[in-house]
């Protein structure tokens, strides 16, 4: 039974390996970091500094000990009603197996429980089927947008939205 755990430094290994795997992912992060791949090194800099500020709690799932799957919860307002998640990633050996629906359910239970967030907030590009088919199957629905955000990389257009799920 997978379960969620709090991030460890050992686990950026993994990450930047999966990240590396991730033909979307390289897309995303290509035109927000000076240089690709991102290396361990990156994640655990990056990741010890966001954790000092209190509103950023990294996970991985692990399934029999074994890390299967990350992602980030953090509180985009003061009021700490809503989380916010992101960086949601699984193992792509482990892919296909529903890892990724049972994360999100986890990381819900998680955000409901130990930090009383009524509502969790995700964005998510509308070219990505799969990862939108899984929030939408776990109880997100579509922000509506004032207007359409699109972004440009790497020779596409993405098209962005928000989903909202009530806890």
Request: net charge negative; proline share 7%.
């Amino acid at each position: 039974m997978p379960e969620l755990r709090p991030y460890i430094p050992s686990d950026a290994d993994m990450i930047a390996t999966w990240a590396g795997d991730e033909v979307s992912f390289r897309k995303w992060c290509a035109d927000r970091y000076d240089r690709y791949p991102i290396t361990p090194e990156d994640i655990n800099a990056w990741y010890g500094k966001a954790s000092e500020t209190g509103w950023f709690f990294p996970y991985t799932m692990t399934e029999d000990g074994i890390p299967v799957g990350h992602m980030i919860m953090r509180y985009p307002f003061e009021d700490g009603s809503t989380v916010r998640m992101g960086l949601i990633i699984v193992d792509p050996s482990h892919r296909g197996q529903g890892l990724g629906k049972q994360m999100m359910e986890l990381a819900k239970k998680e955000a409901r429980e130990r930090f009383g967030a009524k509502t969790a907030s995700l964005g998510v590009f509308a070219n990505n089927k799969p990862a939108l088919g899984c929030y939408l199957s776990v109880g997100f629905t579509e922000i509506p947008a004032e207007e359409e955000e699109f972004f440009h990389i790497f020779g596409e257009d993405w098209l962005s939205i928000e989903l909202e799920c009530r806890l």
